[in-house]
């Protein structure tokens, strides 16, 4: 280092202090914005991240990609199921109404057991109670439409349960890691760094992330397909009484089951013997 000093009035001056030299490497730090490139702390990829949870994460992420892949394919099946189609065949409550104006009870049975649906179900539900008025006919519909309703509700509930269940899964992991990140600052006696602390935390939390992206989206699907639900079952109410009501508008009313005869009683027996004669 080379210094120079001028002497003024007496006063000495340290006018300039110039660096004669620099070792090559504080400059090339200069260069690059000061920070030490051999020290330089790279954070893992997305795979070893995934994999800093350690057994017990790993074993959580494992479910929680079973569940997701269990959500994909209820997802898929449902919409495939809930199809208008599938629900409500084309043609079928036309067909059937026209066959029962004309009195063709056989037939109308035929049709809808060869096109098996939710909306045959019910119109034949509806079929079955011919002989006993449009009360129990309508009130066989209503159950039929009831049952369809709960059968096509069960399969998309498993959705609600795993948007229910992929957090807690997700959660239990993250709690997990935590304690273990702890554990080790306590082995330490307090001697781990935050950097060190800081790495515990972020790969206990990676089964929260993984827990809510499955959770999402599959409450997001259970969401719409009941709605789609709740859609198609009242179209299928509706039709199906479309399809009756020509029956209900018919001035004779539709024959009934005719009610067994009352018991006849016996005849009474005297209460004394009659007169003999003689």
């Known amino acids: ?18 660096v004669a030299t620099l070792p090559a490497t504080t400059m090339a730090q200069a260069e690059s914005g000061g920070a030490p490139s051999n020290h330089e702390e790279r954070v893992g990829g997305f795979w070893d991240i995934i994999l800093s ?10 479910v929680l990609v079973v569940l997701s892949m269990v959500a994909v394919y209820l997802i898929v099946e449902q919409m495939l199921v809930l199809r208008r189609n599938e629900v409500m065949p084309a043609g079928l409550a036309e067909e059937v109404r026209q066959l029962l104006a004309a009195g063709r009870l056989k037939e109308a049975d035929a049709a ?98 993984a827990g809510l992206i499955v959770a999402i989206p599959a409450l997001g699907a259970f969401a719409v397909l ?15 009484q479309h399809v009756f009501a020509p029956l209900r508008r018919r001035a004779v009313q539709l024959p009934s089951r005719p009610s067994p005869p009352p018991p006849t009683r016996p005849p009474a027996s005297p209460s004394s013997p009659p007169p003999r004669q003689g």
């Open 1 to 18: 280092m080379d210094c120079r000093i001028v002497r003024t009035s007496g006063i000495t001056v340290v006018t300039a202090c110039v």
């Open 53 to 62: 949870g350690g057994w017990f994460g790993t074993t959580v992420l494992i």
């Open 112 to 209: 809808c057991r060869r096109r098996p649906s939710p909306l045959s179900f019910v119109l034949l539900s509806g079929i079955a109670e011919l002989d006993f008025g449009w009360q129990a006919m309508e009130k066989a519909m209503e159950d039929a439409v009831a049952e369809q309703a709960a059968k096509l509700f069960r399969r998309i509930e498993y959705l609600s349960v795993i948007g229910n269940l992929a957090p807690m899964c997700g959660l239990l992991g993250t709690v997990t890691g935590m304690i273990l990140a702890f554990q080790q600052v306590a082995v330490n006696q307090g001697m781990a760094g935050a950097a060190d602390l800081a790495e515990g935390i972020y790969s206990a939390l990676v089964t929260t992330v």
């Open 226 to 240: 009941r709605n789609r639900v709740d859609q198609r079952i009242a179209e299928t109410a509706y039709l199906a």
